[in-house]
Nanobody, 126 residues
């Protein structure tokens, strides 16, 4: 059974950092494009970052470019989202998602993804 589990969320002060993890079970994550998405209350889901399959390209929303970094650890079958210089507007539930067959490009379009985790809450507040 294919499963994605996010972890690493929590409460952090503005300017702080968090690293989110997306651990896969039941499939080899390296063959899949992975996206990170977030949804704040009352807002639409936003594609934050993505990484293509097999060491593919990364892509970031303008709102997080230069502060967030997506990466893979194939040995751990896990994808990470390192979030630095966090702002209060980053407060949301963060989800990872996976899709096979997109190749190295990846996409931040949520409709492309087949498998989703349950989400982890990130709160940025003083």
């Amino acid at each position: 059974q294919l499963q994605l589990v996010e972890s690493g969320g929590g409460l952090v002060q503005p300017g702080g950092s968090l690293r989110l993890s997306c651990a896969a079970s039941g499939f080899t994550l390296d063959y899949y494009a992975i996206g990170w998405f977030r949804q704040a209350p009352g807002k639409e889901r936003e594609g934050v970052s993505c990484i293509g399959s097999s060491g593919g390209r990364t892509n970031y929303a303008d709102s997080v470019k230069g502060r967030f970094t997506i990466s893979r650890d194939n040995a751990k079958n896990t994808v990470y989202l390192q979030m630095n210089s966090l702002k209060p507007e980053a407060t949301a539930v963060y989800y990872c998602a996976a899709v096979c067959g997109l190749g190295p490009a990846g996409t931040r379009s949520s409709s492309a993804y087949d498998y989703w985790g349950q989400g982890t809450q990130v709160t940025v507040s003083s």
